[in-house]
Every structure is written in C-alpha cells, then in structure tokens.
C-alpha cells in the first residue's frame, strides 16, 4: 500500500488544522474570524472552529473583539495571545550589552541597551547583563518560552560553548552565558554576533530571499557570515568566517595589519579602535597610509568572494555606514573580484537576528 492510501490520524488532522490556524494569524495585520480562517485556509468551518475552541482553551489565542455582519450577525475576532509567553533576545559585544523582550504576538515588551567600559571583567559583562534581564523579566511577566544569544566570540557549533581565544576583542565574554545568567527556557540557542547578523539580513534585511552572500562585520573586530546555498555555513566547530585572522604579512593577520596602520589602538590588546578609525576615515581626503589599510581590507573581501562566488557582499557593523569606507570598498571589491558582485549596506544587528530566531522558536514549541 502506497502512503498516500494511508488516511491520516484525526489528531494529526487536528493539529495540521490548528497549525494553519495560527499561521494565518501571526501572518495577519488585523484579528480575523473562523469565517476568515476557513476561506483563506481551504479548511471547512467545522473544523477551523474546532480549531478555535481548543486554540482558546489552551491559551494559545484570545478573542480581539466582535465583527457585525450586514444581517446583523456578529463574528468573534481572534488574535494570537500576547500574555501565553514571551521570548528573550541578548547581544553582548566588547562596547554594550542589549536584551529584547518579544510578546508571543509579536509585539515588543522590552528593549534595551547598556554600553560597556572598554576595559569590562566578564564579572562586569555578567552583572550588567543580569540587570537587564531582571529589568526584562519585570516587563514581561509571562512564561519565557525560548532565548537567543549573541556574543562577540566563535561559539562552538556542536557544544554550544564559546571557545576562547587569546586574539579577541571581546575577552570578558569568555563564560557560560546560560549557566552563568540562569537563563531557563526549553529552547536555547546561542551564536556569534557575526552569524546573528547574517541570518537578520536574509530573514528580514537587505539579503531577504537571497541564497548566497557574504556579510561583514566591521567593527572592534573584523568577522563575516557565509550564506551559501541557503543556508548559514559555520565550518567544522565553528570559526568560519574568522576574516579578521587571515593571514596578511607572515605571521600578522588583517586585524594586526590594521591596527599597525593606525585603525587600531595601542591601550587595545586585540581588535581596531572605533573612535581611531572614524578619525581616520572622517578627512577630505585618505591618507596613503588609510588607504593602504582599505586595500587590504578590500583584498581579503575580495578574495573570499571569489573563493565562495557570493552574489553580494553586505556591510555591516559600527563602521559600515562611513560614507569614505563603504565608497571605498563598494568600487574596490567588485573590481578585484573575479564575478560580478554587489556590495550593499546591512540594516539589521545581531540583536535582530537572535531575536528572531527567538521568537521563531517560541512559535514553534507552540505548534506555528
């Protein structure tokens, strides 16, 4: 017997029905009604309101208000329910820590940023954080459903934990961020900045439909996202996209190269002075020594791009949207590379993309 002559199980009917329910709901600016949910869903109104009854006894949506009907019938309107839980979002980089707070409807209940001293303890970067989330938890009284993280460091794809680094611009993020916040979700996932970054730019940015792109980080730390095929590609443990330690001249990687030709900072151990390289950028004219620095910031670029054939190049991070870099780079690269490629600038942080990828996950566990 094939197994299209299997009928399905009614619970799986049911929950097939329940899940399109929701769908069109989290698609939806407004409320709708099981009218509404049966026509744009194919779904007979038996079931759609089957659907709703168990949606509404579980919590999962609530009734937004009544629609009246031209012979004076009324329909319920249902939305998706905000107070059944929430997602959690935090981005620690070496210059802030930020949390994001998500209602299951969508709706934001809190956000906030707080900058870091250049010469934060990760005791600092953990009292810092838990404050936020203290000041989170207060805004969102509902069941925290799923969190993402974002750190400054390469997290390992398999166990999940950062993995230290001598060179890193973001040292005091080298601890257990779940262990060491007593964050408690069922669902966790925890990523490098760089990564977040990327998967913001193709889920809701300036790569949204995109397959294969590069995206790079230029900030106290040079980092890029390999979008390939679909998909985010984090190497074997994880340190894909490492661009700020290639290899420029002997044993001196691009981030040193930098810092030599002035990008950087001698109070700095690792990693470019923000403040030094918009000094740097902000003349009438580069100087040969920027520009020498641009070249090979733009020749590393160039040759990952020919290396992965990327069709586009996004620019991201604190320094991407410095009117002298992004010209610079945005004629520089194309004409290194050996296809042709676009170089455009990003629109979404880290931030955005754990808390996507929270909110996502949050849906999910509930069966959309």
């Known amino acids: 017997m094939s197994s299209t002559d299997v009928s399905p199980r009614p619970g799986l009917l049911a929950t097939i029905t329940e899940h399109r329910f929701l769908a069109l709901l989290n698609e939806s600016e407004n409320p709708l009604s099981r009218s509404d949910i049966a026509q744009l869903s194919g779904i007979s109104k038996p079931a759609i309101s089957d659907a709703a009854r168990r949606l509404e006894d579980a919590g999962v949506i609530v009734t937004t208000g009544i629609r009246e009907g031209r012979r004076g019938g009324v329909a319920a309107l249902y939305g998706i329910n905000p107070a059944r839980g929430h997602s959690v979002s935090l981005a620690m980089d070496s210059a802030f820590v930020a949390a994001r707070s998500v209602r299951l409807d969508g709706t934001v209940a809190f956000d906030k940023t707080e900058p870091l001293p250049q010469d934060a303890s990760s005791d600092f970067v953990i009292a810092i954080a838990s404050g936020l989330l203290a000041s989170l938890e207060k805004a969102s009284p509902t069941p925290l459903l799923a969190a993402a993280i974002s750190v400054a460091d390469p997290v390992d794809r398999i166990t999940g934990e950062i993995i230290p680094m001598a060179?890193?611009?973001?040292?005091?993020?080298?601890?257990?961020?779940?262990?060491?916040?007593?964050?408690?979700?069922?669902?966790?996932?925890?990523?490098?900045?760089v990564n977040w970054a990327t998967l913001a730019e193709h889920r809701v940015g300036a790569m949204k439909g995109v397959g294969d792109f590069l995206y790079v980080h230029l900030g106290a730390g040079l980092g890029a996202g390999l979008f390939l095929g679909g998909n985010l590609q984090r190497g074997a443990r994880g340190l894909a996209g490492e661009i700020g330690h290639l290899q420029v001249?002997?044993?001196?990687?691009?981030?040193?190269?930098?810092?030599?030709?002035?990008?950087?900072?001698?109070?700095?151990?690792?990693?470019?002075?923000?403040?030094?390289?918009?000094?740097?950028?902000?003349?009438?004219?580069?100087?040969?020594?920027?520009?020498?620095?641009?070249?090979?910031?733009?020749?590393?670029?160039?040759?990952?791009?020919?290396?992965?054939?990327?069709?586009?190049?996004?620019?991201?991070?604190?320094?991407?949207?410095?009117?002298p870099l992004e010209n610079y780079l945005s004629t520089a690269i194309p004409d290194l590379s050996l296809d042709r490629v676009d170089v455009v600038l990003g629109t979404r942080s880290p931030l955005d993309g754990a808390s996507h990828e929270a909110h996502r996950m949050a849906r999910a566990g509930l069966g959309f």
Do not use: C
């Open 167 to 193: 060179d890193s611009v973001f040292p005091a993020g080298h601890f257990n961020p779940v262990r060491d916040l007593n964050i408690e979700a069922a669902e966790v996932k925890i990523d490098n900045d």
């Open 249 to 323: 001249q002997g044993s001196e990687d691009l981030t040193r190269t930098l810092s030599r030709l002035g990008f950087g900072n001698a109070a700095r151990a690792y990693g470019l002075d923000l403040e030094a390289s918009r000094q740097l950028l902000s003349g009438p004219e580069l100087s040969p020594t920027t520009r020498e620095g641009l070249d090979h910031l733009a020749v590393a670029i160039a040759n990952m791009v020919t290396l992965l054939n990327s069709s586009a190049v996004v620019l991201g991070g604190p320094l991407a949207g410095i009117a």
